[in-house]
């Protein structure tokens, strides 16, 4: 009986530990995604830590993520080149991600190339008229921490 119960403790333990990707963490506290996208000059091309809420997973690979602060704002970390893999079902999930940050500006044709891939990654409809060119922002991953529910 002793052992059964140690058994399902060990097992509540292990569910509920944090899930470690990739390389390590490296940086000592998260910045704020707002504080980010709001002086993306100053960060881009730098290694940055954000800490947000998990909105969308690769259906494909699981190898990339959205994430979203409290106000609605959104970056895309992007981990295939790192060979992460995260999983499926992440979604609603709190991540602390690390990396490059990298603010780039996109032509109509770029816009309109990435918003074709992101609709065929989501299984969502393209809508060409709906694409507008500007800046894209983006972590290249190099490692993230998948908080407990």
Known sequence: MRILLALVAAAGLLSAADTKYGKPLTLKQPVPLATLLAHADDYNGKTVQVKAKITDVCQAMGCWLELVNEDGQHIHFEA???????????????AIVEGKFVKSELSREAAIEKAKEEAK??????????????????IEGAGAVLLSK
């Open 121 to 138: 990654d989501k299984g969502k409809p393209f809508d060409e008229a709906s694409v507008k060119p500007g800046f894209n922002y983006e």
């Open 80 to 94: 295939h080149e790192a060979g992460i893999e995260f999983p499926k079902d992440s979604a609603g999930r709190i």
